[in-house]
Structure formats: structure tokens, C-alpha cells
């Protein structure tokens, strides 16, 4: 059974350009989360989706970002028009469920470099 | 509010015991747990325990859990090399995110 798979590892972007950040989660789990990392830092909640759904973004600033989950395919998160505080480890984590114990998987992570 | 906090660093030498602590503020939280990062990975769990235990052993690791104070803390015994990381404490918040306290940095040196 693979583990998250997050890709690109790294992605370098020119500020206005886009980036597409992409997550496969563990087979069976139907629970994705998005976490940034900033240089030095610990890791901020940005997204938890279900398939299809978004089921708490109060993480996610309100412009430039989205998430889906699609019900065929990886979890996406894209950032538009990116800007150099954008630069930062992307990781994603997914569950098989949602509960008191929320045991999280995470992926190697995306990290973003916006020059 | 959401806020998770550890001391930086730490430093120990081989062989010796590292305590990493934490403290949280969602006394509703009912699991907490250790994460490992090393450099250039994704994060690791390392243990978790129930808000109901005050202690949990498991192999080398010791999560001792204070709830009144709402700290917790990871004792690495017999500390070695491979154990240089950044650790992180997480508490579970609305049963959906995970709220990451800052990392301690551990280094091992011989």
C-alpha cells in the first residue's frame, strides 16, 4: 500500500505565474488535508476536503488560493498569481476517516520556491 | 484560541535522554501526538496518547501527559544519532485539523 504521494517534490514558480500542487492519498482514505510549512516553522492548517466537498477551508487565505478533491483523480491545491511569501513546504495528509483520533498520513511534501 | 508551543532546541549527547516538552491550550482535545521531520521529509508519527492516560510507554519513547496543566512531553531514551530531527507536538482540533506546536530542533552529538 503507497503512502501519500505528493508531486512535484519541488516546483519553481516566477512571481504572477501559477502553481498546481498535487496530492494522491493513501488508498482507502477518502480524508485530505493541506498543510503549510514555512521556512522555520511548524506546520498551518490550510484545508481539510472530502471528496468532492470542502469541509473547512478557515485556513486558507482568501484570494488566491483553492483546493479540490475531485471524485476522480488526486487532491489539488492551486495558488494563482504566487508571490515570494507563497514559498514554502506544501504538505498534504489523508485519513481514512474522520473521528477523535484522526490519525493523519503525510506526504513528502511539495516545496515551492517563488523567485 | 489554537496555540501550541515548544522550547526551540535542544541539545544532548549521545546515550543520554532527551525530554521534549509542550504545551497546548484545547483542553477538548482527545489525542495528542508526537511527530518526527527530518531534513527535506514529510512528517513521521512517532506515538500518540488518549486524554484519559497520563502515561504511555512505547519502546523508547515516554509521552507523559498533564492535563490539568495541558502539558505533554516525549522522552527519548538512550538517545542516538538518528534521532536528530525536528519534533513536533499536534493536537486534534474540531476532530478535523491538526494544530502543530512550532518544533523542537534535537540535536545528538557524540
Known amino acids: 500500500n503507497a503512502g501519500v504521494m505528493q508531486n512535484p517534490r519541488h516546483l519553481v514558480r516566477r512571481r504572477g505565474q501559477e502553481a498546481r500542487l498535487r496530492c494522491s492519498p493513501m488508498?482507502?482514505?477518502?480524508?485530505v488535508y493541506w498543510y503549510r510549512q514555512l521556512p522555520e516553522e511548524g506546520l498551518k492548517f490550510m484545508v481539510y476536503l472530502q471528496k468532492e466537498n470542502i469541509i473547512d477551508e478557515s485556513g486558507m487565505p482568501k484570494e488566491r488560493f483553492s483546493a479540490e478533491f475531485p471524485k476522480e483523480g488526486p487532491s489539488i491545491l492551486r495558488i494563482q498569481q504566487v508571490v515570494r511569501g507563497d514559498s514554502a513546504a506544501y504538505f498534504c495528509?489523508?485519513?481514512?476517516?474522520?473521528?477523535?483520533?484522526?490519525?493523519?498520513?503525510f506526504g513528502p511534501g511539495t516545496r515551492l520556491t517563488v523567485l | 484560541g489554537e496555540d501550541v508551543e515548544q522550547s526551540l532546541f535542544l541539545s544532548v549527547r549521545e546515550g543520554d535522554s532527551s525530554v521534549i516538552n509542550c504545551t497546548y491550550t484545547d483542553s477538548s482535545s482527545t489525542y495528542l501526538y508526537w511527530y518526527k521531520q527530518e531534513p527535506g521529509a514529510g512528517l513521521q508519527l512517532l506515538t500518540y496518547i488518549f486524554s484519559n492516560m497520563d502515561m504511555k510507554q512505547d519502546q523508547r519513547l515516554t509521552v507523559l501527559l498533564n492535563k490539568k496543566d495541558k502539558h505533554l512531553s516525549l522522552r527519548i531514551a538512550d538517545t542516538q544519532t538518528g534521532d536528530s530531527a525536528i519534533y513536533f507536538c499536534?493536537?486534534?482540533?474540531?476532530?478535523?485539523?491538526?494544530?502543530f506546536g512550532t518544533g523542537t530542533r534535537l540535536q545528538v552529538f557524540p
Open positions: 499536534a493536537e486534534v482540533y474540531n476532530t478535523d485539523k491538526l494544530i
Open positions: 495528509a489523508s485519513s481514512p476517516r474522520a473521528d477523535s483520533y484522526n490519525e493523519q498520513f
Open positions: 488508498k482507502g482514505h477518502s480524508h
